[in-house]
Structure formats: structure tokens, C-alpha cells
């Protein structure tokens, strides 16, 4: 699972993150934002950058998305980013 676009938007504060996995059961089985910082950081440390991360937060919503081959101009049989 890989981040393959981060940007915010200016105006509302808004951050968005695009995670590319092949389906969506491949992201369910990628680890937690906050699994991620405790491997980072350990576990004290970790939990507490979770927590202030959530703080900060005001919404955070999980959509499934597939790309549209006609806009991203792949061919029949060709794969986005080769993934």
C-alpha cells in the first residue's frame, strides 16, 4: 500500500491523502495510521502523536475509488502505475 498523492486545499484546511491498493481488502489489511507511528515511535510515543493527530482532525472519511482508464489514458490491458 503506498501514498501516492498528499495535498490540502486551500481555503478549508482540508488534507487529502490518495492510498493506492489493488482492492479494497488490500487496504483493509494495511496497518492503522496509528499501528504505523507506534512501529515508527514506539509505543508510548506513538500513541501520544496518534492522539494529537486526532485532535486535529475534523472529518475523516474512507471512499473506494478506481481509475478511469479513458482519463488516464491506459490501454486496454495496461495497469495504473504497473500495480
Not at 26 to 52: D, H, W
Not at 62 to 78: S, Y
Request: net charge neutral.
Amino acid at each position: 500500500l503506498a501514498c501516492i498523492v498528499f495535498f490540502s486545499q486551500y481555503g478549508n484546511g482540508a488534507n487529502y491523502y490518495l492510498w493506492h491498493a489493488r482492492n479494497f481488502a488490500e487496504y483493509l489489511k494495511a496497518p492503522t495510521p496509528e499501528q504505523v507511528l507506534i512501529r515508527a515511535y514506539g509505543s508510548e510515543q506513538g500513541v501520544r502523536l496518534y492522539q494529537l493527530w486526532q485532535s486535529c482532525l475534523v472529518n475523516y472519511e474512507v471512499m473506494e475509488m478506481t481509475t478511469r482508464p479513458d482519463m488516464a489514458g491506459l490501454k486496454p490491458n495496461e495497469r495504473w502505475f504497473g500495480l
